[in-house]
């Protein structure tokens, strides 16, 4: 059974910076692309970020390239979620999120229960 | 690729039909299409890929058709644990955008 259990939020000043982590059980996260996902509460989701199975392919939204890292550790089955410059609006309940196999191109079958990250002086 | 989806609230009783649209502002490639029900506390769950294909655990109430800019979901004989917000998402191109949700709500 595909687990994803996230870690890492808090509260945050404006201009810090926080890394999410997810760690992942009940299935080979080597073969797996890995997603970020963000919802401010109460509203809709926005999507974050991918990396690949082997960490080589990332790609990012927007409105947070340039801030946000996504990277991996497969010998760990973790994903992480490093995030600078952090703004306001960036505060929200952050889902990690299980993607294809060996492929970015895909739907999101599994999902952890988030990590909240508010951002505020 | 921009996600419209339509209408933002659905006001229906159990056994009814429900029947949800989401517009792209450009086609989306092999129909790369997902829905996802949310319901309140809860992470998204993944309904339908491929914008017509269900995961093995969801109930065949649910079907999904559509491709290149139009798509939609229906659901049969509403059940009380069907009333949620859904989102669409494609994942054809990044970003990997989602759709603003339709609240189906009891009427």
């Known amino acids: 059974q595909v687990h994803l259990v996230e870690s890492g939020g808090g509260v945050v000043q404006p201009g810090r910076s926080l890394r999410l982590s997810c760690a992942a059980s009940g299935f080979t996260f080597t073969y797996y692309a890995m997603h970020w996902v963000r919802q401010i509460p109460g509203k809709g989701l926005e999507w974050v970020a991918v990396i690949s199975y082997d960490g080589r392919s990332k790609y990012y939204a927007d409105s947070v390239k340039g801030r946000f890292t996504i990277s991996r550790d497969n010998s760990k089955n973790t994903l992480y979620l490093q995030m600078n410059s952090l703004r306001t609006e960036d505060t929200a309940l952050y889902y990690c999120?299980?993607?294809?196999?060996?492929?970015?191109?895909?739907?999101?079958?599994?999902w952890g229960q988030g990590a909240l990250v508010t951002v505020s002086s | 690729i921009v996600l419209t989806q339509s209408p933002g609230t659905l006001s229906l009783s159990p056994g009814e039909r429900a029947t949800l649209s989401c517009r792209a502002s450009q086609s989306v490639g092999s129909s790369s299409l997902a829905w996802y029900q949310q319901k309140p506390g809860q992470a998204p769950r993944l309904l339908m890929y491929?914008?017509?294909k269900r995961p093995i655990a969801i109930p065949d109430r649910f079907s999904g058709s559509g491709s290149g800019t139009d798509f939609t979901l229906t659901i049969n004989r509403l059940k009380p644990e069907d009333f949620a917000v859904y989102y669409c998402?494609?994942?054809?191109?990044?970003?990997?955008?989602f759709g603003q949700g339709t609240k189906v709500e009891i009427k």
């Open positions: 998402q494609q994942y054809g191109t990044s970003p990997h955008t």
């Open positions: 999120a299980r993607g294809g196999w060996m492929q970015v191109w895909s739907e999101l079958d599994s």
């Open positions: 491929a914008a017509s």
